[in-house]
RNA sequence: GGGCCCGUAGCUCAGUGGACAGAGCAGCCGCCUUCUAAGCGGUAGGUCGGGGGUUCGAAUCCCUCCGGGCCCGCCA
């Protein structure tokens, strides 16, 4: 974080030049003088001088950090050249996760119906709200897991209808959320569909009652094993049958309904119903009016949603929690009535879920802000991503127009087989190997893209290991740790012999940490995808510089204190790539 | 009708006030007697959707138009 302390010094400088302004240090372009930079344009009319007179003056009176060799003014810029020894101590020091900051950040993500397998438009939910826990946890936050399970909608109890309606019997072989999710796309061709409601209904009531709680319950497990091999990680499961018998719906209402907006009319629209007029919270709206309790007592769901998020951030109580017995998990928890009582009250919570929801996300911060909260409103983000297209169209689950992450992840293992076989005959695990680049593969193309980009799942380029994608990075690892292999154990390193192509390296590495602290902030992988990809690519372009016909930055066969420098390097590099995936939830093979 | 988001190279995307707009894929030309060629170097390719404005400076901020996606139910 040497830019952080440039830019300390120079606020310092300029605030006593009489501008108390904090500029952003950027990298300098390859063409110009130095390593870093900062624009004192903004300043010249304060200071009623041009900026190049500025630039001589903050050259002048600033006081140099001891890793700035140079300041060099550069037109209406000042540019810093770092000291090359400086650069690379910084460069090598090991990387550690942030300071633990008190209070906890609740993400919450997957919370897939249990009713059928996991499809694509899941994929970039999961692979988005698994990256951004890990990455908040690196930035030093308490980092809390939560996946929901609707176990009383309507998708699970028709799933379980169908099973029931159809007679099928599982064949003990497939996958058993595949079989689940057969029965259910049947039911939603099923020309009597219309007619078999009223029994729905009945399912739907006995899942209230938390009566087939099983029978979902062999389906999440069958989802959760899709979730493992995603490398997904989870701390709590709350089920939605668990929420209405805590009666957390109820505790939610009577608050609310200590708020003057809201209420019951008594004629009109809304006659009977309880409503919330969120217009003090969300101004412009055409009907301010959303409905919480409908006429006939029932719930609506965003009034569920709100009495949850109450319950997420210690407004609300009522839940007990015990472990929760699975093959994949082994510390998770699950809520259940004979559990002991938890909330976790979180400070700031996450919802990882599409953009479509965004209107009633925004009502759940509406509610929290009626609710006399409007300080926890403003700490309840909704991370919302744009669906995902499948080859370009739509996918539906009713339908069974999607692909399935499981089908995904073994095709993906499948070429990557095929390629190791090829590129690497003599390879110690090939399945494994597979299997981690297919990973990599996949939630790579999740992430590297804005959360709000539609993206289209094609096949083809998902699956590529070439290019801007997981593959490369996890290359670029592999490379790393080959040499590192074959060095053993080395000496100090001479950070006098370094050469423009060491330092060059070095100076991107230093920008790992601004990068993770990046995605935290704005609460998006992709940040730090990109720098992962820049980072790799200035690896590759130091692994195969050349100079007239020869190799310019040989690690092992360098002379003695320069070999021991580029090798600290290397494993600087390598350390940080491995570090990155992971945030990103993808593994770094040592071989490939 | 009201609201949110997107539009950057043939395609997929970074860049969201600062130094001549960057990658990948596809195309073309090179590089394995080099620590893994899943790689590297080079070349070609752009009115940053159009127009107007703010600014010393705009892909980035504001207005407007065009094109595309999504949300707006006492469904979930």
Do not use: C
């Not at 009383?152 to 064949?171: N, S, V």
């Not at 953009?355 to 009502?363: D, G, I, K, N, Y």
């Amino acid at each position: 974080m040497l830019r952080r302390a440039l830019e300390e010094a120079i606020a310092q400088a300029l605030k006593e030049m009489g501008v108390p302004v904090r500029l952003k240090v950027a990298r300098a372009p390859k063409d110009k003088p130095g390593d870093y930079g900062v624009p004192l344009f903004a300043l010249a009319k304060e200071l009623r001088k041009p900026p190049q007179a500025i630039a001589q003056e903050l050259k002048d009176r600033l006081p140099l950090p001891e890793f700035v060799e140079e300041a060099i003014p550069v037109g209406g810029y000042l540019n810093f050249r770092l000291r090359t020894e400086a650069l690379l101590r910084e460069a090598l020091r090991p990387k550690a996760p942030f300071p633990r900051r008190p209070g906890v950040v609740l993400v919450e993500h997957t919370s897939v119906n249990p009713n059928k397998e996991l499809h694509v438009g899941h994929l970039r939910n999961i692979a988005l709200g698994d990256a951004i826990a890990r990455i908040l946890a690196y930035a030093g936050r308490e980092v809390l897991v939560l996946n929901y399970i609707d176990d009383t909608g309507r998708q699970a109890a028709e799933t379980l209808f169908a099973l029931r309606h159809y007679g099928l019997t599982w064949d003990g072989k497939e996958k058993y959320d595949h079989f689940a999710g057969r029965a259910y796309v049947r039911l939603h061709q099923d020309p009597e569909y219309e007619r078999l409601q009223p029994a729905i209904e009945e399912v739907l009531h006995a899942l209230e009652r938390g009566e087939l709680r099983e029978e979902v319950n062999r389906i999440l497990l069958a989802q959760m094993a899709t979730m493992h091999a995603l490398n997904a990680r989870y701390d709590l499961l709350v089920w939605e049958s668990d929420i209405v018998r805590a009666g957390l719906l109820q505790k939610a209402l009577a608050l609310l309904e200590q708020s003057p907006h809201v209420f019951r009319p008594r004629e009109g629209k809304y006659a009977g119903a309880l409503v919330m007029d969120a217009s003090p919270v969300i101004p412009g709206l055409e009907d301010p009016f959303f409905v919480l309790l409908r006429s006939n007592g029932t719930a609506t769901y965003y009034a569920k949603d709100i009495a949850f998020q109450f319950w997420k951030m210690g407004i609300l109580e009522g839940l007990r929690f015990r472990p929760y017995e699975n093959p994949y998990y082994p510390g998770l928890r699950t809520s259940a009535p004979e559990g002991e009582a938890y909330t976790p009250k979180a400070e700031e919570t996450i919802n990882v879920i599409d953009v479509r929801q965004s209107h009633p996300q925004a009502l759940v911060r509406a509610a929290l802000a009626l609710a006399g909260y409007p300080n926890l409103a403003e700490k309840a983000h909704h991370l919302a991503y744009e669906t995902v297209l499948l080859e370009g169209r739509q996918m539906s689950g009713r339908k069974g127009l999607a692909v399935s992450v499981d089908e995904v992840l073994e095709e993906a293992t499948r070429r990557a087989r095929a390629i190791v076989e090829e590129k690497n005959p003599d390879h110690p695990d090939k399945e494994e190997a597979a299997r981690m680049v297919a990973l990599g593969a996949i939630r790579f193309s999740m992430v590297k893209t804005e959360p709000k980009k539609q993206i289209d799942f094609r096949y083809q380029e998902a699956l590529s290991f070439e290019g801007d994608t997981g593959p490369y990075v996890q290359y670029a690892h592999a490379r790393a740790h080959s040499i590192l292999r074959k060095a053993g154990e080395w000496g100090a390193p001479d950070l006098s012999q370094a050469t423009p192509y060491e330092r060059a390296l070095a100076l991107d590495l230093l920008d790992f940490e601004e990068a993770v602290l990046d995605a935290a902030e704005e609460k998006t992988p992709h940040v730090l995808a990109q720098y992962l990809l820049d980072l790799a690519a200035s690896w590759n372009a130091y692994y195969n510089a050349r100079e007239n016909g020869q190799p310019a930055t040989p690690v092992l066969t360098a002379p003695e204190g320069l070999r021991e420098l580029r090798l600290s390097l290397v494993q600087s590099l390598q350390r940080t790539l491995a570090t990155g995936l992971d945030l990103l939830g993808i593994p770094a093979p040592e071989v490939m």
